[in-house]
């Protein structure tokens, strides 16, 4: 267990809907990833929260926003899904030094119909 | 700008036998690597790291890795494969300039296959 919590574990939904996935990391951890994982693109960075602050961003569309909370908690948003958007969304935690690894949560997935 | 190549998207190995994974880094600055393992309908887990402090990295489940600067590689091997290990393997580098713990940056991972 690596102690990064998402939910919901499995999601389905129509194109053009909105969703959040949501993300707890692991307790003392400051910073939040969060990655798509899709067959044909592998694993993809999207966006990094450091103690609430955006850090940076990778390949997220403008359809997608992120947020981390006070209590370092993050949400990931998606909206006016597309079928391409179907994937495995993990998000992962860490303390923020430059050599800590990352912990992955179990991912949510993601089908767009 | 940082990444990594995995030779080889897929390995098949006996059981008992040498489980050797490729993993080539690019990087204008000194890196840390990792290796991580995924197993089906989980998320990532952390196999071993490499932060500068010794070149062959040992991690769990019997794995080890060994830093060559020269070759710029960081395979991961394992002396004898077990059923246990088919799963997919992941390496990933990050550069040493950061203060704070930038993005990991993934290669495209090696499918290890075990059989009897």
């Known amino acids: 267990d690596s102690g990064v919590t998402q939910t919901p574990k499995h999601l389905i939904t129509a194109t053009g809907q909105r969703v959040t996935l949501r993300c707890s990391p692991r307790s003392g951890d400051l910073s939040v990833y969060w990655y798509q994982q899709s067959l044909d693109q592998g694993l993809q960075f999207l966006i990094q929260?450091?103690?609430?602050?955006?850090?940076a961003k990778g390949n997220i569309l403008e359809r997608f926003s992120a947020q981390q909370f006070p209590d370092l908690h993050s949400e990931l948003n998606l909206s006016s899904l597309e079928l391409g958007d179907s994937a495995l969304y993990f998000c992962?935690?860490?303390?923020?030094?430059?050599?800590?690894?990352?912990?992955f949560g179990n991912g949510t997935r993601l089908t767009v119909t | 700008a940082q990444s990594v190549t995995q030779l080889g998207s897929h390995v098949s190995v006996s059981e008992g036998a040498l489980v050797l994974l490729r993993c080539n880094y690019s990087s204008s600055v000194p890196p840390y690597l990792f290796w991580y393992v995924q197993y089906p309908n989980q998320g990532l887990q952390l196999l071993l790291k490499?932060?500068?402090?010794?070149?062959l990295v040992k991690g769990i489940n019997g794995f080890e890795a060994e830093f060559k600067k020269s070759e710029t590689s960081f395979h991961l091997t394992k002396p004898s494969a077990h059923m246990s290990d088919a799963a997919e393997y992941f390496c990933a580098v990050r550069s040493m300039n950061t203060g704070t713990a930038s993005k990991l940056t993934f290669g495209t991972g090696t499918r290890l296959q075990v059989t009897l």
């Open positions: 490499y932060t500068s402090a010794a070149t």
């Open positions: 929260y450091y103690n609430g602050e955006e850090r």
């Open positions: 992962a935690s860490s303390v923020g030094q430059p050599n800590s690894p990352l912990h």
